[in-house]
């Protein structure tokens, strides 16, 4: 029921800036965690930025001071906002949707992922 559609992604230097959005439609339990995962060729989807419909936040550990998630409920739209960027944030990048935070992310719903490139 619940429909997620990334924009932003692309290719940026090393040190640069790209703002992703998340367009959600769906009812309104099911977006009350809304938030950012991604995935690395090789690797597991990992946990980037959530945030709860009040403003509760988690951050991955490698992304503290650099990126910042933010949402409008007005609009159900969902923003991260990736400063500094390295090449080590070079992953597909995919917003999800839930009911609570600490619920499993598949519980909820994914979008289609956007393509997140960090090089020289």
């Known amino acids: 029921q619940v429909q997620l559609v990334e924009s932003g992604g692309g290719l940026v230097q090393p040190g640069g800036s790209l703002r992703l959005s998340c367009a959600a439609s769906g009812s309104i339990f099911s977006l009350n965690v809304m938030g950012w995962y991604r995935q690395a060729p090789g690797k597991q989807r990992e946990l980037v930025a959530a945030i709860t419909r009040g403003g509760n936040t988690r951050y991955a550990d490698s992304v503290k001071g650099r990126f910042t998630i933010s949402r409008d409920n007005a609009k159900n739209t969902v923003v991260l906002q990736m400063n500094s960027l390295k090449p080590e944030d070079t992953a597909v990048y995919y917003c999800?949707?839930?009911?609570?935070?600490?619920?499993?992310?598949?519980?909820?719903?994914w979008g289609q992922g956007t393509q997140v490139t960090v090089s020289s």
């Open positions: 999800n949707s839930r009911v609570v935070l600490d619920a499993r992310p598949d519980s909820g719903s």
